[in-house]
């Protein structure tokens, strides 16, 4: 028997990862549809792949899985605030925060993030409570600094250990 969601949430807590915001202009609307996800995987190189996962239950995920662009933006160490208000529910939509727009794609990006990756939705896989989004990469880019990391309802950053 498998155990319960609850118990496997808690598990949870004991993995770490990098902070995302992915994001889409909603179909016929300028308005933007984004989320902060710890998800994002390199999933293939040849073709170029990227895949996360969402929630079935979150306001985002009708037009996350339904739009044919979308954006990831890998944040930075100092974009906690960035984090936390996509991962906010029920927050205002039409924020006046400034986005990027992609350069090959019409997605919307995240200004100063680590990476930016702009994908054409490529498959869309169900999966238990989650959908599995599957995207081909049509440009992506990335600059020098420190990624946002999340670890036990944490934001913090990375440190490599002293090795002697
Ligand atoms: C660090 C972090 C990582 C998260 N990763 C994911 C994820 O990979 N997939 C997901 O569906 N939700 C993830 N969430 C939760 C969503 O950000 C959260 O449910 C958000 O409120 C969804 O917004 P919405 O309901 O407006 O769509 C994460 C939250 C945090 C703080």
Known sequence: M???GDQYRQLGRASA???SV??????????????TISSYVTLSYEPPLVMYAIQRHTAS????????SFGISLLAAGQADIARHFARPRRERGTQMPFDTGTHVRVPLIPEALAQVECVTNEVFMSGDHAIVVGLVEAARAREGEPL???GRQYGKFAPLQER
């Open 17 to 19: 990862g990098a902070v």
């Open 22 to 35: 992915v994001a889409t202009y909603e179909s016929g609307h300028d308005a933007i549809v984004g989320l």
């Open 149 to 151: 990391l999340y670890f």
């Open 61 to 68: 995920y009708s037009p996350m899985v339904t739009c044919r």
């Open 2 to 4: 498998p155990i319960s």
